[in-house]
C-alpha cells in the first residue's frame, strides 16, 4: 500500500477538526460582537473635555443595557432599566462636518458621525442657565463647592477644582478663571432631548454651542474605566515593542484601572 493511501482516511479526522476549529472561532467572534452591540462597548477618551473625572488615555466601557438596547439600524430600543438621570456621564452620537462643526446627529444625518462624551445636566423640559460660569436648572443654582485644589492641563493651564451636587450626582469640575467658557441663555431643553456638559466647564464643546441630543443618539451611561495611560498616539505606533515598554513603565495609570466613572 503506498504512503498516499494510508493516509486517506486520516483526511476526514483532519477536516472534522479543522470544521471544529473554526465553528469555535466563529462563535466566539460573533459571541464578542453580539456584547459589543447589546451589551457593554469600549470608548477611549480623545480630549480634555471631561477633566477631571476623566483624562485624555483612558478607555472607559459603556452599558447599553441601562438606556434600552438599541435595535441596529433603526431608532427602537427595547425596555429600559432606567430613564437618563441628571449626572450620568454618557457617551451619544453626533455628527461632524468637514470644518470640525458638530451638529446634532439626527439634524444633520448627511454627515460623517463621532462619539461624544459628557455629562447629562438637564432633561427635557428643564430650564438651564450658565450665567458668570455658574450652572442653574428651573432658575435654582446647581449647589457648587470651591475645594481650593487646582488641576494642571497638559497645556499648562492651572484650573481651579469645584464640587458640583447635580441631581444627587456629586462629581468635579474644573473652572478656568482666565477662560470664561460658552454661557448659556434660559433655555427649555425639548420634549425628548436632552442637555450635555462637560465637566471642564470653561474648555468644552458641547450643548450649549452645538445643541440637544436625542435619546436615540444616546449609547448609555459610562460605568468603568478598564484601561489607562497617559498616551493619545497613533495606533500604528504600538507596532514599535519600545512604545510598549515606555507605556508598560512610565505612561500607565494603573490606580485608575477599575475605578467607577462618578
Known amino acids: 500500500m503506498s504512503e498516499a493511501a494510508a493516509e486517506a482516511p486520516a483526511q476526514p479526522g483532519a477536516l472534522r477538526r479543522l470544521w471544529h476549529e473554526f465553528g469555535t472561532f466563529a462563535v466566539a ?60 456621564v454618557v457617551v451619544f452620537t453626533v455628527a461632524r462636518d468637514g470644518r470640525g462643526g458638530i451638529h446634532p446627529a439626527d ?25 458668570a460660569g455658574e450652572l442653574f436648572l428651573n432658575g435654582e443654582r446647581v449647589e457648587h463647592t470651591d475645594t481650593g485644589e487646582t488641576f494642571r492641563d497638559k497645556d ?14 456629586e462629581h468635579a469640575v474644573l473652572d478656568e478663571p482666565r477662560t470664561p467658557g460658552p454661557e448659556q441663555r434660559p433655555f427649555t431643553v425639548p420634549d425628548g432631548r436632552y442637555f ?42 504600538l507596532i514599535n515593542p519600545l512604545t510598549w515598554v515606555e ?12 475605578d467607577t466613572i462618578q
Do not use: C
Open 29 to 88: 467572534v460573533a459571541l464578542a460582537l453580539s456584547i459589543r452591540a447589546f451589551v457593554i462597548e469600549p470608548y477611549r477618551i480623545p480630549s480634555e473635555s471631561m477633566l477631571p473625572t476623566l483624562l485624555i488615555g483612558d478607555h472607559l466601557f459603556v452599558n447599553k443595557f441601562v438606556y434600552g438596547i438599541k435595535i441596529p439600524f433603526t431608532d427602537v430600543r427595547l425596555p429600559a432599566l432606567r430613564e437618563p438621570e441628571r449626572g450620568d
Open 107 to 131: 439634524e444633520r444625518p448627511d454627515l460623517s458621525h463621532d462619539q461624544f462624551v459628557k455629562r447629562l445636566v438637564a432633561l427635557p423640559g428643564d430650564t438651564v442657565e450658565v450665567r
Open 156 to 169: 499648562h493651564r492651572v484650573l481651579r477644582i469645584g464640587r458640583e451636587n447635580l441631581g444627587g450626582h
Open 196 to 237: 450635555f456638559m462637560g465637566d471642564n466647564r470653561d474648555l468644552s464643546n458641547d450643548s450649549r454651542i452645538w445643541g440637544t441630543v436625542r435619546l436615540a443618539e444616546m449609547k448609555g451611561p459610562a460605568f468603568v474605566l478598564y484601561w489607562s495611560w497617559d498616551w493619545d498616539g497613533p495606533w500604528s505606533e
Open 247 to 258: 507605556l508598560l513603565t512610565s505612561r500607565m495609570r494603573w490606580d485608575r484601572i477599575g
